[in-house]
């Protein structure tokens, strides 16, 4: 049998030609032959299981990037990245219909949707900001305490303040009496309360612009409410297993995400720290919040890119799975980054959940 036009093989793989067009341009899907002169594309008929493949995947939600790292794995690997990826999207939904739950019952009126089923647990934590081996000023800083871990990383002529009165904006959760269906709301109110003080900061003169990233877990009983905004990150070590619990706000993870980039390509972007998100003390910022719930053993990890720009997730999870206690990890971490030249600041917390 002789070549499709694009046509007839989008007929057949049940796939329009615009869809085909795009494939072509991200490379994954290329086609057998393309006309010099018209630049009309032809495929072959054994591409039509590839371009099948392809529309499943997209269909399942599967970012572009990964769909490409799919398609070339033999079947059996293939499968496995399939199974991989749906777990992982299994998880992210039961956090967000928690979230839906606890916003139906509290705008219902009938309370919390969430309850401290395990008010045994507590955490033991350290926190640590470093200069690093580059810069002359810190901007990083790292809080831990009782029932709130924090690490920000400000930017701008004034991203030392910014980053310390977002922090601090946030340190009054410390002593209130918080049920942990409240959570979300006292960290998004003091989020809010941390964007004013910037916009404090950077008054209306340019050259005294300021922001800060900001990462940030407030704890009640077994649960921990999230806020994300920047670079700064939140990892999870569970069951030996390492799991990123934040997303970048940068403008290279917004590529990676359209598909447009691989994750390989993204570690040596040099935009990699340009951000599409952060607090800026304009009132129009838009933090990531979630709830999680935790588990005695669980240990937590919250850094800015001073740490994890330059140590890959599997010696952090070498680390992490470690059996000192979080000052000794945090030296351990610490030292990972220096070993690699400590270009920006460090800073990081460390929490481990333990029964009482």
Same mark, same amino acid.
């Given at each position: 049998m002789g070549l499709l036009t694009i046509g007839t093989f989008a007929r057949a793989a049940r796939l329009s030609p615009k869809a085909l067009r795009l494939y072509d341009e991200l490379g994954l @899907?290329?086609?057998? !032959?393309? $006309?010099? #002169?018209?630049?009309? %594309?032809?495929?072959?008929?054994? *591409?039509? =299981?590839?371009? %099948?493949?392809i529309a499943w995947l997209r269909r399942l939600g599967m970012p572009l990037a990964r769909i490409r790292q799919v398609c070339d794995l033999d079947p059996k690997a293939a499968a496995e990245q399939v199974?991989?990826?749906?777990?992982?999207?299994? !998880?992210?939904? /039961?956090?967000?219909?928690?979230?839906?739950?606890?916003?139906?019952?509290? @705008?219902?009126?009938?309370?919390s949707a969430v309850e401290d089923a395990e008010t045994m647990i507590g955490i033991r934590y350290a /926190?640590?900001? #470093?200069?690093?081996?580059? %810069?002359?000023?810190?901007?990083?800083?790292?809080?831990?305490?009782?029932?709130? @871990?924090?690490?920000?990383?400000?930017?701008?002529?004034?991203?030392n303040l910014a980053s310390v009165a977002a922090v601090d904006a946030l340190k009054p959760l410390e002593t209130k009496a918080i049920p942990a269906g409240d959570l979300?709301?006292? +960290?998004? $109110?003091?989020?809010? *309360?941390a964007d004013l003080a910037i916009q404090d900061i950077t008054g209306s003169a340019p050259s005294s612009e300021a922001i800060t990233t900001l990462t940030a877990m407030l704890w009640s009983g077994s649960q921990l409410a999230l806020v994300h905004i920047g670079d700064t990150r939140a990892y999870l070590l569970r069951d030996g297993e390492i799991f990123q619990i934040t997303h970048d706000h940068t403008y290279v993870q917004s590529l990676v995400d359209q598909g447009r980039l691989s994750e390989e390509e993204a570690v040596s972007h040099p935009q990699r720290a340009l951000l599409v998100r952060a607090l800026t003390?304009?009132? *129009?910022s838009q933090p990531d919040l979630s709830l999680h719930t935790a588990l005695a053993g669980d240990r937590y990890l919250l850094c800015s890119d001073g740490l994890s720009a330059v140590v890959?997730? =599997?010696?952090? %999870? &070498?680390?992490?799975?470690?059996? &000192?206690?979080? =000052? *000794?990890?945090?030296? =351990? +971490?610490?030292? @990972?980054?220096?070993?690699? &030249?400590a270009p920006d600041n460090i800073a990081c917390v460390v929490a481990d959940v333990v029964t009482l």
């Open positions: @899907l290329r086609p057998a !032959a393309v $006309d010099g #002169e018209s630049g009309y %594309r032809f495929y072959d008929p054994t *591409q039509v =299981e590839r371009a %099948r493949l199974a991989d990826y749906w777990a992982q999207v299994m !998880a992210d939904t /039961a956090v967000r219909e928690q979230l839906a739950t606890f916003l139906v019952d509290y @705008l219902s009126g009938r309370g /926190a640590r900001s #470093e200069l690093g081996l580059v %810069r002359t000023s810190n901007d990083d800083v790292a809080y831990a305490g009782a029932r709130l @871990l924090a690490v920000a990383d400000g930017g701008g002529p004034g991203g979300l709301g006292a +960290l998004a $109110d003091a989020v809010g *309360q003390g304009m009132g *129009q890959a997730a =599997e010696p952090l %999870r &070498g680390v992490l799975s470690g059996t &000192g206690d979080p =000052e *000794q990890v945090l030296d =351990e +971490l610490v030292r @990972l980054a220096y070993d690699a &030249g």
